[in-house]
Nanobody
């Protein structure tokens, strides 16, 4: 499975960005796709995840500001990020895991910088 992420960039506090991640290869029909982020000096953390059935999970720090969605026909997951804060600055990675399964696949990461 290969994951190609896009959509990062520099945005001012309060602004918005939309990340996209397309999966290709041997995609299992039942799966979970998600977004993680890693800031300098910190561990990678889950931002949001969504199952192929549409169930979602969010980190408390992004609830109400970020929305994860997906297009199953295109094996693509999106992360709409609104009301961005400087503490959202990180490299964002998309992930894929088939269900059942234990292996996570990762995209190449896309930088999100929130700064005035």
């Amino acid at each position: 499975v290969q994951l190609q992420a896009s959509g990062g960039g520099l945005v001012q506090p309060g602004g918005s960005l939309r990340l996209s991640c397309a999966a290709s290869g041997s995609i299992f029909k039942i799966n979970v796709m998600g977004w993680y982020r890693q800031a300098p000096g910190k561990q990678r953390e889950l931002v949001a995840a969504i199952t192929s059935g549409g169930s979602t999970n969010y980190a408390d720090s992004v609830k109400g500001r970020f929305t994860i969605s997906r297009d199953n026909a295109k094996n693509t997951v999106f992360l709409q990020m609104n009301s961005l804060k400087p503490e959202d600055t990180a490299v964002y990675y998309c992930s894929y895991r088939q269900v059942p399964g234990t292996r996570d696949y990762w995209g190449q990461g896309t930088q999100v910088t929130v700064s005035s």
